[in-house]
């Protein structure tokens, strides 16, 4: 069995499809020199099976094993020769009574490592810590650092939180995992708890390694069947295979689940039957799951039952899930994330604002939570944005210690289709100063609980991984999983140190692959939020739908309150006391003096708080509409700079990783010039503004298709306008027949990039192919959907639109150049533009 083992580890290490991420325990350089420096034996302290020390044991010959090919052996008392030694403090002092005076203070989950000559300590302040400890040390050696050291590291907050929002059935919101890019749901399907968890176990095995200590495996936005015997007999093997990497399960509860399931009359919060019944689903849970960490709730926000129904307060919710999980020692996280999307109302109310919903409803409450209830809070006062302000309710809980919300799976931040590496963006928030009562008062320090001094304060983060090998959908969005844990655990670190580590981890030691991988990474939030959002606007993306592609017109108009108030001269949502929402004054006195004045505001949230024309001059000498274009310009600019930087590492990295974020690359490449075409056309049909530099509306290297030769195919108005170059493309005339697009060419013979703009929707797969006098120069299909995880759309709009660019084309002036597509299933093979482009020329 161990031999088995054994393999598996070093068959992770070969296949490289994604799945052992930054825990591969691949073979270091020079692996063989450190040997002597090494454990020869693990000692683990009172380890029993399925336990995080006995875990630790077997990461520890594993991971020695993998990364220096040294096979260790696993001894219960001191062997001869080098121990690498794990266990609890107390186990330790227990055997070493005398020991205890040279160790540090640990917090829960903390550990202290001792590297000496090849004898290696490590003791967790509870097994988990020891987990910890045991992979903090297989991490720093697997880069290459086999010295001696001693370290105290203890966890900057307690909770440390993932938030799945996997739906129990395939077809739930959104499908198996909502907002998920990365496969179905690894812990339910048809209704059930899977059979088979095994991915479960892998899963927490890679959150142990970065120190998150719970999973709440089931969407917010939760089924009450969740709660069925059966299905809480699933949830305990959910918890089983947890279990092991010190991982407690958490879930999220529907609050009319009394009614839903349990057929009472009421879910008031307040009636003795609906409490009763609660603490019978608690009792029940933890008789199964005596180590379940708690409860996650959504309550009264985007069509969610909650206390809020029966004129209740938000207290009166939590605390009704507080006092039954109280004897269980479980804790309540309550989500802040409430608003009504129904009847807000832009055109009736200058002052309605989404954005001042968080503070409105829980002020007043913080006194009266019970002490297990946590409140939830996202990082900004919206939804997940590409730039939002800090939530100003992190300043109104004092006594009630608060979570804060980031997004690891980027739902508005490309999912996961677009690189774009968040830790520096988290970074920003959580050093954010935000002033309370005139002190120092980043978000980090408020989070830690050190600022307000709450016992239960930490990190939540939303990660949607799912049964793709690669968790996510997408290498390199894994450094964002990473650089979650390790900020929850120290958001002192930097966002290029976490990442030189996680490279190191995942792609090896080669430095240019770190170059690139540095490059590609610490550019890629400013380049999307260039080309998606500028200036506090939001991401520019399509609300309705998908949450995917640009569809700017779509914030406006509608009650989800993500408006930008924009008109023909006009932009930006004014939010300043005096005149506004009034949401700049729901801060602390400096900050809301700092938001309320537009020439104190800094220019990347201007339009977040103020509005403005579009001439209004910036900081930075540019109007605002000037701003809009030149950024959509540079943000796409840099995108495409990424494949040539990935292709680089051609032959430096395996061939599976490779090819795979090649493909995503080139892909965002193509669809960064959508968001840049289709932002700044919208803006400039709006305002009527032409660029400075003649860009916006001028391509001159591109063909309209509409505009050629048609055999089959026919004109189609695409809506939104501004998703298609002209405001049209072509369509087959059925949806069995093939069309032809032809045209000359009028430019000078040589060679060019072709690139096809077109649509990929999710109603069939179409075929294309090109041709240059007769010659087949590439075929492709519309099969994106299977290979981008991110939202599937039936439309032909920004969330569709793709390109296909063949390099190096040779042509002569008055060449044939011809499309030809065969329309399949609903899919009528939609071509926007072709762009005939000197070698190296991006439009
Ligand atoms: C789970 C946004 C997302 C929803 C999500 C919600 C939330 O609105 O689009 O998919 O629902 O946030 O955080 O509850």
């Known amino acids: 069995m161990r031999s088995l083992l054994w393999l598996a580890v070093v068959g992770l290490a070969v296949a490289e499809d ?296 938000l207290a009166d919710g939590a605390n009704l899930f507080a006092r039954t999980l109280q004897p269980h020692g479980g804790i309540i996280i309550f989500r802040a994330f409430v608003y009504d999307h129904r009847s807000l109302n832009q055109t009736l109310d200058w002052k309605a604002d ?96 050190k600022r307000f001094g709450q016992k239960l304060t930490g990190y939540a983060g939303v990660v949607n991984v799912g049964t793709n090998t690669t968790w996510l959908g997408s290498h390199l969005a894994m450094s964002n999983l990473y650089a979650y844990g390790k900020l929850a655990w120290d958001p002192e670190q930097t966002s290029t140190g976490i990442l030189k580590e996680w490279t190191t981890l995942t792609f090896g030691h080669d430095k240019l692959v770190h170059d690139v991988i540095t490059k590609i990474s610490m550019e890629s939030w400013p380049a999307y939020e260039d080309y998606s959002g500028n200036l506090g606007i939001q991401t520019l993306t399509d609300i309705l739908l998908g949450h995917y592609g640009p569809n700017p017109g779509s914030q406006d108009g509608n009650p989800w309150g993500q408006w930008t108030r924009a008109d023909d001269d006009t932009i930006g949502m004014d939010r300043t006391v005096w005149n506004g929402t009034g949401f700049a004054g729901q801060y602390p006195p400096e900050i809301a003096a700092m938001y309320e004045n537009i020439e104190t505001t800094p220019d990347n949230l201007l339009l977040w708080f103020h509005h403005v024309p579009y001439t209004q001059k910036l900081k930075s000498g540019k109007t605002v509409i000037q701003h809009f274009y030149d950024a959509h310009y540079k943000g796409s600019a840099t995108a495409q700079t990424f494949v040539t930087l990935w292709e680089k590492l051609k032959g430096r990295i395996d061939k599976e990783r490779y090819e795979h974020v090649l493909f995503r690359l080139i892909y965002q490449a193509g669809h960064s010039l959508v968001w840049r075409d289709s932002v700044n056309q919208f803006y400039f049909n709006k305002s009527g503004i032409p660029d400075e530099l003649g860009r916006v509306g001028n391509h001159k290297y591109r063909i309209e298709a509409e505009e050629m030769e048609l055999k089959g195919y026919k004109s189609y108005r695409v809506s939104p306008f501004e998703a298609a170059s002209g405001y049209h493309c072509v369509v087959t005339e059925t949806n069995s027949t093939v069309g032809t697009a032809t045209t000359k060419l009028k430019v000078p013979s040589g060679k060019y990039d072709l690139a096809v703009n077109y649509y990929d929707m999710a109603l069939g797969n179409s075929t294309w192919e090109l041709f240059v006098d007769r010659k087949l120069v590439g075929k492709w299909k519309g099969d994106l959907e299977y290979e981008l995880g991110r939202a599937p759309s039936p439309y032909i709009d920004g969330q569709t639109a793709a390109r296909k660019t063949f390099r190096g084309v040779r042509v002569k002036k008055g060449s044939e150049l011809k499309v030809v597509g065969r329309p399949d299933g609903l899919e009528p093979a939609p071509i926007d533009y072709i762009s005939v482009l000197p070698e190296g020329t991006v439009d």
Not at 291 to 296: C, Q, S
Not at 377 to 403: C, M, N
Not at 414 to 429: N, T
Not at 434 to 443: A, E, G, M, Q, Y
Request: neutral net charge.
């Open 354 to 449: 989404r954005a001042n919903a968080a503070v409105n409803y829980f002020d007043g409450l913080d006194d009266k939570f019970e002490d297990n209830v946590v409140i939830q809070i996202k990082y900004g006062p919206i939804d997940f944005q590409v730039r939002e302000p800090v939530s100003p309710l992190f300043t109104h809980l004092r006594r009630t210690g608060a979570t804060v919300e980031l997004q690891i799976t980027q739902e508005y931040l490309g999912q996961q289709a677009h690189v774009v590496y968040l830790a520096p963006m988290w970074k920003e928030l959580l050093d954010f100063d935000l002033r309370v009562d005139s002190k120092p008062s980043t978000l980090k320090s408020i989070v830690s609980g």
């Open 18 to 313: 994604g799945l052992a991420a930054w825990l591969r325990y691949a073979r270091v350089p020079s692996a063989s020199r450190h040997l002597g420096k090494l454990p020869s034996a693990v000692v683990t302290l009172n380890a029993t099976k399925g336990y995080p020390v006995h875990t630790a044991g077997q990461e520890l010959v594993d991971g020695i094993g993998g990364l220096f090919g040294k096979k260790l052996t696993v001894a219960k008392s001191k062997p001869k020769g080098t121990t690498a030694t794990v266990g609890t403090v107390s186990a330790y002092v227990d055997k070493n009574p005398s020991a205890a005076k040279g160790l540090p203070d640990l917090v829960e989950d903390g550990f202290y490592l001792k590297i000496s000559k090849g004898n290696v300590l490590i003791l967790g302040q509870n097994e988990r810590g020891a987990l910890y400890g045991a992979f903090h040390y297989l991490s720093v050696i697997a880069q290459g650092n086999v010295s001696d050291f001693t370290l105290t590291s203890n966890p900057d907050a307690p909770v440390r939180w993932v938030n799945q929002w996997d739906n129990m059935q395939d077809g739930g919101t959104h499908g198996s995992v909502e907002r998920g890019y990365g496969g179905d749901s690894i812990f339910f399907w048809d209704g059930h708890i899977r059979e088979d968890l095994t991915r479960a176990g892998q899963y927490a095995r890679l959150l142990a390694s970065i120190g998150i200590n719970a999973v709440v495996a089931n969407n917010v936005n939760a089924n009450a069947s969740i709660l069925t015997p059966e299905n809480m007999d699933g949830l305990a093997r959910i918890a089983d295979v947890f279990r092991p990497y010190g991982v407690q399960l958490g879930l999220s509860l529907n609050f009319a689940a009394p009614q839903l399931l349990g057929g009472l009359d009421t879910f008031d919060p307040l009636d003795e039957t609906v409490v009763n019944w609660w603490q019978g689903i608690a009792d029940n849970l933890y008789k199964r799951i005596p180590d379940m960490a708690g409860y996650l709730v959504k309550a009264n926000s985007e069509g969610q039952p909650g206390p809020m129904t029966y004129n209740r307060t």
